[in-house]
């Protein structure tokens, strides 16, 4: 071999083959790359008490401080929003995790 030059039936050094079609346009960009995530959270008082649903997570990967959920007029019943505010709960081991809490004054 002289000249430095590998061949040019070595496999890594074949000219490549042209585009015989247009680049595919640019995808447009998502606010959360990949999949939005949640996490099982418990609420304990009001009407969902013991209940445990997925709350998204927001930017810092944490459930927001205060959680609220609209509830539709029914019957005579007017349209009222429940207000769930975020506490600590310590497991055995000393660890924490979220849970939401009722809170009736809101």
Not at 45 to 52: F, I, K
Not at 66 to 91: C, F, I, N, S, W
């Amino acid at each position: 071999m002289t000249g430095g030059v590998p061949p040019p039936s070595h496999p890594l050094h074949t000219p490549v083959p042209e585009r015989t079609h247009p680049p595919a346009p640019p995808r447009p960009r998502r606010a959360y790359p990949g999949r939005v995530k949640s996490a099982d959270t418990e609420f304990s008082g009001g009407p969902l008490d013991g209940r445990v649903l997925p709350v998204l997570l927001g930017m810092m990967h944490s459930v927001p401080k205060v959680y609220r959920v609209p509830v539709p007029a029914h019957g005579d019943t007017p349209a009222t929003v429940l207000v769930y505010r975020r506490a600590k709960e310590y497991g055995p081991k000393g660890r924490y995790r979220w849970r939401y809490e009722y809170d009736a004054d809101a």
